[in-house]
């Protein structure tokens, strides 16, 4: 077929194909397109061609455009220009880049405007390697652009990383010498504000040649997208002054710029200014507004705005929605989208998502339900922004059994699906079926991205337990495809990844990961400096950190100061404080809070006390840590003193405070102390506190006063394990193992479950009581029934009741068959045994060991010189003494302790600078001749030593504050008497004829013990 013949048939077929576009789209034309198959072919105009055209591209339709190419093609006007260009034109705007460069490879003369179609298509649709090839081949074939061309590029480089080809072209456009046009320098303006160079974009704005409210708009824009909204409100205020009106595009660009608080008043600002320039009947400026006022916080505002609004559409009313949810007004939330429904407004996706992300607590899962209930009606499966929701709504709201269930119901996924389920999983501490999900994740071929890497790997940090290693495997894969997605460089990710090798105590692998990042900032230094902490490379690091000018915060500080948790690390943290008085940041409460943690830790409760009185503003946590502090350290004199000064101070006292102070009173006996604190707790609602009780019953039982404690036991509204556990205690310490073991059998009827504590004041009852056979089927009830393993503490009772009945050598098998190696505390239990039964041999076999295990540690020569004292060697006895003493141990440090009338009095070992120390010498001296001559067995003791021993031990601490209490408080008081050390047998003695003969109770607290003295007996049945 001729080439006229085949175009007057492809003609004809497009007549028939297309009858509306030939006969619609142009009828107007002088061209008879009835007749267009039947005319000649020079006689065929390229504007018909142009028209048909055209007319393709408003039918939008790409396959007629192809149809009406053919025709031509066929017609053998493919070379005019002007039709390639109308091609060129529909093919670009239809987005089919293909055929579009195919058209214009075959034309011979390409012009500007050719290729600026082909620049503006590449940019528009991303291409920006490919525009900017278009614009190297112009300029090789002589074409030169124009600035609609050089605007085209620089709107490519806007979009794609491409800024230094984008600076390329301005300096084309500067050396050209001829001012900036409009349209150009716009687009530089928008493409350095994309790309954060604000400066530059300045600079090219005061070069445009007769700015309009485009060029406006993109420095404003630019300005408030990257965070500087004082800037774009100064560029607004001078457009103002320019006499340049802004436009809705002005205030759309900076309202959402307008993100917390503190910019609300620049936001009211810019409604005011909406309102002058007559734009408060545009429904998407309002919108807008609507959601300034939200992220502002500014509701009443906003609702005055929505109520004054002549229209609404869906998108006022889903906003307002959401000004009320991110406020916390979930009621408000929901009785205005009820409203909306009232008034005919139909609800889309985003509505529904706003209202369930208002549903956020425990307390709005009934409400929650309500609402999901409402939505199963048009809910499909295929759902999967509202089924997200709903999973992220049962999450908060902790139902996590029902985020289960919509997850697994979810026909589709998408990323934001996996990620939500994983993170409520961690949210909810189930971090194996976090990192469970995320291995499901992967296997179903499951993109993650960056939310998910962060989720599971901080499900990997959490994770520490036995299966440790595992998760350790676990977090290493995660680090394997971060690196494959190409994120290894996220420093977020790189600082997850260090803490969780960090948890994990994999050191080599966090500082691997910690050297490859390449944007390292200061939360990357603050992670790995705690990390190293433990392996005293901290210093180090953080000299590094100085060193490459990275300087530490608040948050740098104090987690160096938290991880600093035992003595070891004491010069570290020291150092770390040295930093803290000659940086900008000085000692602020936290900071401070910090630093006498540290100290506490670390046993340095002199430092504490430093900074404690540097504190300039103390709130009553810092009272309370320093009290908590000295009590842990067992300095409960000045824990009493300091909570003294806190009254004065009128701080009050909360209940962590209560429990701190009447720990103090119960260690050092301040019964008085204690009895005041319990008045002020009543009535206070503090009373009804199970822990401060607790607290009460401990501090009356420890101070001896039974009678009180059991009172306030039988009157406690609530009691726990430890309320009973507490009662035991006391009962046992004191030597009333049967009270003891009746409160034990109440507590069985009451159907309280005992404990690993409850049973060491059981065992340790039926220790004092002789009760051997229950004592071992309690210890294996404990055990085979209850599955409590016993602890060493439970074997050195049980020691203790085996020793005590005499039965030595079966507490050395058990010695031998407990999976724990003996301490100090079990080798001193046997002493006790061996001095009350007498046994030099074996006394002597276990003070070695007691030795061996602390050499240091007096107590050991104390008891043993009691054995020897108890057998009758009173030369070996004193060849003990002093041996210690040669070692410098004893000498001046023990100390007794005696409350009266409110304060407490110290004597330490021949020491006599307490002020009524002749009183008490006279006192001391004239109870001895009464036990000399009321006890014959005594006066024999006396006269086994020499003098000068026998005055050493009348100068004993507890000696001093035995006489000083009788004669300081009326006849028949109990007495109270705290020692830091073991009572020798010698003062043991002593104080049980004393209390025999001047008819006293006394109580004397040793480091090991309570004895419970009266009437000549004492509680420990001579066995401590």
Known sequence: MACGERAIFLSRRFIDFHPKIVGDALPQQSVNFEGFGGRDLPSIQSIDLRFLLQSCKDAMSLSYVFDAHTIVVELAV??????????????????????????????????????????????????????????????????LPDMFVYASLLSTSATRST?????????????????????????????????????????????????????????????????????????????QNQEVSPNKVTFMSILPAFVDSSAAFCGMEVHDLVLKYGF???????????????????????????????????????????????????????????????????????????????????????????????????????????????????????SLETAESIFNGMVERSVISWNAMIYAYVQHEQNHSAIQLFTDMVSQNEAPDRVTFLSVLSACAQETGPQSFRVLEKAMDVHSMVVHYGMETDVVLGNTLILVYGKHKALQDA??????????????????????????????????????GVMPNRNTITSILTACKHSSLLTFGKDTHARISVSMYGLDTVTGNRLIDMYLNCGSVSCAQEVFNCLLDRDIIIWTQMIGGYVNWRQNKLALNLFDRMQQESLGMDRVTLICI?????????????????????????????????????MYGKCGNMREAHTFFSQMAVTDVVSWSSMIANYAQHGHSKNALQVFDEMQHQNVVPDQITFLSVLSAFSHAGRVVEGCYWFRYMKQS??????????????????????????????????????????????????????????EQYAREAFRLNPLDPAPYVMLSNIYFSAGREEQAVKVITEMK????????????????????????????????EQIHSELQLLTRRLVEANDTYSKILLLKNDEFRQNLLNHGEKWALAFGIISTPLGTTLVISKDSEICFDCHTFIKLVSQITGREIILKDLRQSHYIHDGVCSCGDLW
Not at 515 to 533: P, Y
Not at 676 to 698: K, P, R
Not at 822 to 827: E, F, K, L, S, Y
């Open 78 to 143: 493919e070379s005019w220009a002007i039709l390639a260009n109308s091609l060129l034109q529909v093919y670009t705007d239809f987005g089919d880049l293909e055929d579009a460069c195919h058209v214009l490879s075959t034309i011979r003369c390409r012009d500007k405007f050719m290729w600026n179609h082909m620049i503006k298509a590449y940019g528009t649709l991303g291409y920006a390697y490919e525009a900017f090839q278009c614009f190297d081949h112009m300029q090789m074939e002589g074409v």
């Open 163 to 239: 800024i230094i080809r984008g600076q390329q072209i301005h300096s084309i456009i500067t050396n050209c010498g001829i001012p900036m046009d409009v349209v150009a320098g716009t687009a530089l303006v928008n493409m350095y504000g994309k790309f954060g160079r604000l400066k530059d974009a300045v600079n090219v704005f005061y070069t445009i040649d007769k700015c309009d409210i485009a060029a406006w708009n993109a420095l404003i824009a630019n300005h408030a997208q990257q965070g500087h909204v004082q800037d774009s409100l100064e560029f607004l205020t001078l457009l």
């Open 280 to 398: 408060e009947s545009d429904l998407n400026l309002a919108n807008a507004l609507l959601s300034m006022y939200g992220k502002c916080g500014r509701v009443e505002d906003g609702l005055m705005l929505f109520d004054s609004m002549p229209e609404k559409n869906t998108l006022t009313w889903t906003v307002t929605v959401q000004c009320l949810v991110q406020n916390g007004d979930s009621n408000n939330a929901l009785l205005l989208f009820n409203q909306m429904q009232n008034e005919g407004a139909v609800p889309d996706s985003v509505t529904y998502i706003n209202m369930l992300s208002a549903f956020s607590d425990q307390d709005s899962l009934v409400q929650g339900k309500i609402f999901h209930a409402l939505l199963i009606p048009g809910l499909g499966k295929k759902d999967i922004e509202l089924n997200n929701a709903l999973l992220n709504m049962y999450s908060k709201c902790g």
């Open 511 to 548: 500082q691997g990961v910690f050297e490859s990042l390449s944007d390292r900032n200061v939360v990357s230094w603050n992670i790995i400096i705690v990390e190293k902490v433990q392996d005293r490379k901290a210093s180090e690091i953080l000299s590094q950190m100085l060193e490459e």
């Open 662 to 698: 009447l720990s103090a009173c119960a260690s050092c006996s301040a019964l008085a102390k204690g009895k005041s604190l319990h008045a002020c707790i009543s009535g206070s609602g503090l009373e009804h506190d199970v822990a401060v009780g607790n607290a009460l019953l401990n």
């Open 786 to 843: 209850l599955g409590i393993e016993p602890t060493l503490d439970h074997y050195n009772c049980m020691i203790n009741l085996l020793g005590r009945a005499g039965m030595l050598t079966e507490a050395e098998e058990m010695i031998r068959d407990m999976p724990f190696e003996a301490d100090i505390i079990t080798w001193m239990t046997l002493l006790g045994a061996s001095r009350f039964h007498v046994d030099v041999v074996r006394g």
């Open 886 to 917: 040669e070692m410098g141990m004893g000498q001046g440090k023990f100390c007794s302790f005696i409350q009266i009338g409110g304060k407490v009095h110290k004597f330490y070992d021949n020491d006599f600078s307490h002020p009524q120390r």
